[in-house]
């Protein structure tokens, strides 16, 4: 190791010096241009030239065909394609407001759908304890399941669940919808609920 520091040494006190001496020291730093095929992140966007390391070119964007490299050939293939796959025109999007009557009729339309449903909930048993489940129903696990099953999304406050539902069974859970929903035959709105062993 001293041979080779008193050789640096030597060549940085002298005025000749090797030609491939300071060509070795840039290949660590070099960085190639290449042409993204997609958009990746902390990166660049699908058409961008960056500047990537040789190595993480070669063995993750080629291979994946994420990049080209930065050539006539290559820059004016992705040209042609953005000319045929992006449309020049953008369309403008206009959202309608939906009025009183189309909401009120969404709402009743959910709400009834819910009265005459029955939702099943799979739950494992403690052995030796009966009906008894191992973790009960939340009222978090009854909303995901109302939209799972049924594509209603309703929210926490609609749903009145005192405490978690610890045992097999059914029950019925109350439902707290707005007053706007005219109420079934003289009923409460009611979710039925089904606790069956798995």
């Known amino acids: 190791m001293s041979c080779l520091h008193y050789g640096k040494n030597i060549m940085r006190r002298s005025s000749m010096h090797h030609p491939l001496f300071y060509a070795a020291q840039g290949v660590r730093y070099r960085k190639l ?47 042609e394609q953005r000319k045929i796959y992006q449309p020049e025109e953008v369309e403008e999007v206009k959202v309608v407001s939906k009025s009183e009557e189309t909401n009120s009729k969404e709402y009743e339309f959910a709400a009834n759908r819910l009265a005459k449903a029955k939702l099943n909930i799979r739950k494992f048993i403690i052995e030796g304890k009966g009906n008894e489940v191992r973790e009960p129903v939340t009222k978090e696990e009854i909303l995901a399941e109302i939209e799972r099953q049924l594509q209603v999304h309703i929210e926490p406050e609609n749903l009145h669940l005192p405490t978690a539902l610890s045992a097999l069974g059914e029950y019925k859970v109350p439902l707290r919808l707005p007053k706007a929903i005219p109420k079934p035959a003289g009923e409460e709105w009611v979710l039925n609920v089904k606790v069956r062993k798995r």
């Open 33 to 79: 241009e290449v042409i993204l095929t997609t958009t990746i992140n902390k990166l660049g966007k699908a058409g961008e030239t960056v500047k990537v390391a040789p190595g993480y070119f070669r063995n993750y964007l080629m291979p994946k065909l994420l990049a080209l490299p930065n050539i006539d050939k290559f820059a004016h293939l992705i040209r």
